[in-house]
């Protein structure tokens, strides 16, 4: 199995399930690009595990956004996940004391909100938003699902520099006249509070449900792989040109020879000369790889 994988597993006679993801070389990809104030690096890490854990209870065709944005130093966090379980992540932040100095989520984001975008490749879009309240990132995820008509759902969350990990538990819809054991779900949510943070990342998924479950009967499932991967192209970029209308396009052409559009998740440059922007500003659309030099 891969450093980087996700892992289910289920509760025989109980619906619910749950969720592994642990991350090492995603986490390695993310910060080689850009480089983070050891908080701003945990919050990524575990914005970027819990992406992948939610993206994977989704039958999704498309993609997972978590973006968490406020008014302190840490003005944007955002990090995407497809249904293959590719990831990709980025942080922005000023230059302030309380990245190194604070604690809690209130002096990273200041006032804030988080949101979780579901953006499928075809179909209606959804996002649901909830305030930057609470003591970590995995609190204002469970207040997310408290607040909203999903299913029930808990999240831990650790990550440092070099690895991300988490767990998910989540109740299952259940048919017509069932009720679900709402003393069964305490228990098993009260057991995972004990999992200690060192235990999470390091463990493997079987000694910790051991650790924590051992008198419940669970089906562990086989892994799959999770890798950093940014869709980024140069036809996403050169719609990104034309999104600035024509007028301020034909103002580039006349500034300088080539214009160049920069990925900020991989680092990635796309160049363009006088040809293709002629051709941008006269077809006004988006060209494929093949039409662009």
């Known amino acids: 199995m891969s450093p980087d994988h996700g892992q289910r597993f289920m509760f025989d006679g109980h619906p619910v399930r749950g969720q592994f993801a642990c991350l090492d070389e995603t986490l390695a990809q993310v910060f080689a690009r850009h480089q983070y104030p050891a908080r701003v690096a945990e919050q ?23 973006q968490a944005k406020g008014t302190g130093p840490l003005r944007l ?12 992540g980025i942080a922005k932040h000023n ?18 909100h988080l ?5 499928p490749n075809s179909g209606e879009r959804y996002q649901g938003i909830v305030p930057l309240e609470g003591a970590n990132l995995s609190e204002v995820l469970d207040g ?13 969350l650790t990550a440092d520099g070099k690895r991300a990990a988490g767990m ?4 299952l819809p259940v048919n017509a006249g069932e009720q679900v054991d709402a003393g069964y779900w305490e228990h098993l949510t009260a057991l995972a509070h004990t999992l ?5 990342k390091e463990l493997p998924a079987e000694m910790i449900l051991h650790r924590l479950y051992h008198e419940e009967t669970i089906q562990l499932f086989d892994g799959h792989d999770i890798e950093f991967h940014c869709p980024c192209s140069r036809e996403r970029s050169a719609r990104a040109l034309i999104s600035l209308g024509i007028e301020d396009l034909t103002a580039l052409m006349q500034e300088q020879p080539t214009v160049s ?10 160049q363009y000369d006088q040809t293709d922007l002629t051709w941008l500003t006269a077809d006004n659309s988006a060209p494929g790889s093949d039409q662009l030099q």
């Open 144 to 156: 997310y699902f408290a607040q909203s008509e999903q299913l029930p759902t808990r999240l831990w």
């Open 261 to 270: 559009v920069d990925c900020e998740f991989c680092g990635e440059k796309h």
């Open 77 to 88: 966090l955002m990090v995407e996940c497809d249904a293959q379980g590719r990831l990709r």
């Open 115 to 119: 949101s979780i975008s579901l953006l």
């Open 168 to 171: 998910l538990l989540q109740q």
């Open 44 to 66: 990524l890490g575990q914005a970027l595990v819990a992406a992948s854990l939610l993206a994977d209870t989704l039958k999704l065709d498309g993609s997972l956004v978590l």
């Open 196 to 200: 200690k943070p060192i235990e999470l």
């Open 95 to 112: 230059d302030d004391p309380a990245l190194t100095q604070g604690s809690g989520l209130q002096s990273l984001y200041g006032q804030g």
